[in-house]
């Protein structure tokens, strides 16, 4: 597909010129002409190595995502077209990935592709679950709904997120302040107090040496220490790309005290919610947990969404595999049981949602409200002890003077 410089006047009359794809020369002015532009001008644009933009198509973020959805339903929902609703999306657009993707989408509507077969060329932009709720939408004739229902998921995982990260800030923020300030005690403070206890002759007192040898040897094998830090995140990225090894990474990180306990809770909410939706949108079981076993980050749920998968797919319970991974605690397996047996599956997975959600908040806040006073007693502690190896043998000389 080519790109073309056009200049022409809208139907107003007014002078406008622009850039548009299109196959050939002949296309770019037919769909101008169904733009209501009349070409006076139009050439193919040359790009060379100067003027070409260099852009990356990525994923939308998922603030971005929900704007985009929930801009996509009211524009539906007010009675504007499709065609019409990518058009405007498109034009307001400030991300520049974006508007060429609407570009795309709206150029493939206009030649009579649906808006899901649209987005399905845009998998690495948009979500699976975005492409298959909308194309639900479509045959039910209900899109303003389906994309309501979308903005409404992704906004509720968004929001849950970030109380997650909200929480764990601040201690992080304190936890890299306190290596900060060890490092500059240890490296830079002690090493001048150390010339000066040399001078004195006296034998230091046991808890000054040991600082004193702590911080000569981080002065004279920093590299070690670069060296050791890098091969450790180098060995961690290579594990993390191997599936074996990635699998007990997240399986250990899942048995972490408090951190792996939200870990869990915010991917059973995780779960229990895309399930839900896709049910309440009347996607099929087994398409239902092939979509959410994409959208879950994490190896050990992928595994187990898959041997249920297998499970359903057989005529059995999705429970079955569940019980011997033990990363869903019994009320879950209690209440998605209740729910395949009673066929409200999908008001079962939205139960365990609403109350895991309260859960994960109760424990970020009272994580928030204990981290934070640990950690500062543990820097407290260690900045003593560092202050006290200083000052143990000036007590000594002073001690020497007045005798």
Not at 96 to 116: A, F, H
Not at 182 to 199: E, K, Q
Not at 351 to 357: D, G, L, P, R, V
């Amino acid at each position: 597909m080519a790109t073309f410089s056009y200049i022409g006047r809208d139907q107003s009359g007014r002078k406008t010129s622009g850039q548009i794809n299109a196959e050939t020369r002949v296309n770019a002015i037919t769909v101008l002409k169904e733009k209501g532009i009349a070409t006076t001008e139009i050439n193919e644009y040359k790009q060379n190595v100067f003027t070409k933009e260099i852009t990356i198509t990525t994923a939308l973020k998922p603030r971005e995502l929900v704007i985009f959805l929930r801009q996509f339903a009211a524009l539906l929902e007010a009675g504007v077209s499709v065609v019409q609703s990518v058009q405007i999306l498109q034009e307001q657009s400030e991300q520049k990935s974006l508007t060429r993707v609407l570009t795309t989408i709206q150029e493939q509507v206009q030649q009579g592709e649906s808006l899901s077969n649209a987005m399905g060329t845009h998998v690495k932009f948009f979500p699976p679950m975005v492409i298959q709720l909308t194309r639900v939408g479509e045959v039910s004739g209900n899109l303003d709904e389906a994309m309501s229902r979308l903005a409404d998921y992704f906004e509720k995982r968004y929001e849950m997120r970030q109380k997650v990260i909200s929480a764990l800030t601040y201690p992080a923020l304190l936890g890299m302040v306190a290596i900060a300030v060890l490092n500059v005690m240890l490296y830079i403070v002690i090493p001048r107090f150390t010339s000066m206890y040399a001078n004195t002759g006296k034998e230091l007192p046991e808890l000054t040496q040991a600082v004193i040898a702590l911080s000569e040897f981080g002065n004279r094998y920093w590299w070690g220490t670069l060296l050791a830090i890098g091969i450790f995140f180098i060995g961690l990225l290579m594990c993390l790309k191997n599936d074996t090894s990635r699998f007990y990474i997240d399986y250990a990180i899942l048995k972490v005290p408090i951190l792996g306990r939200i870990l869990q809770k915010t991917l059973i909410i995780e779960f229990s919610r895309t399930l839900s939706s896709l049910f309440t949108s009347s996607v099929p079981i087994l398409q239902s947990m092939t979509i959410t076993q994409n959208i879950i980050n994490n190896t050990v749920y992928k595994r187990m969404i898959g041997e249920a998968f297998a499970s359903v797919e057989e005529g059995n319970s999705m429970t079955v595999p569940m019980k011997r991974h033990r990363v869903f605690p019994p009320l879950v397996l209690h209440m998605i049981s209740i729910g395949e047996q009673t066929g409200n599956l999908d008001v079962m997975l939205m139960k365990i949602t609403t109350f895991y959600e309260a859960e994960v908040e109760h424990i970020t806040e009272r994580l928030q409200a204990l981290l934070e006073p640990i950690l500062i007693l543990i820097l407290s502690v260690v900045v003593g002890i560092i202050v006290l190896s200083v000052v143990l043998p000036m007590f000594d000389l002073y001690q020497n003077i007045n005798l």
